[in-house]
């Protein structure tokens, strides 16, 4: 189960996919790639699930506007993204913590 989540982001770039699937748990094991929200490139971002062009774009402006603060715990006032998407991308583990 480890190996889905690459698979995953590995078919996302190749096929061009906008959106990728939520991902399942770990058990635990934690996940084997992380985005820094602080650092990462569109692309990185798009590999979020419910992420995409637009919202990829928004983070990144939202990030430059804040002096490249990380924006995890902000993440739902960033426009497009709102509270649910935010607290799911949060549990899921598939953000880097600074």
Known sequence: MAWSLP???ACTLVLGSSRSP???TLSGQG???QVD????TGSELRLLPGIGRSRSRAIM???SACGGCSLV???DQVPGIG???AARLVESG???RP
């Open 31 to 33: 996940h084997p790639w």
């Open 22 to 24: 939520w991902p399942g």
């Open 37 to 40: 929200l602080a650092t990462a």
């Open 73 to 75: 715990d902000q993440l």
């Open 7 to 9: 698979v995953v982001a």
């Open 94 to 96: 598939l953000l880097l």
């Open 83 to 85: 509270p649910v998407t």
């Open 61 to 63: 402006e939202a990030r």
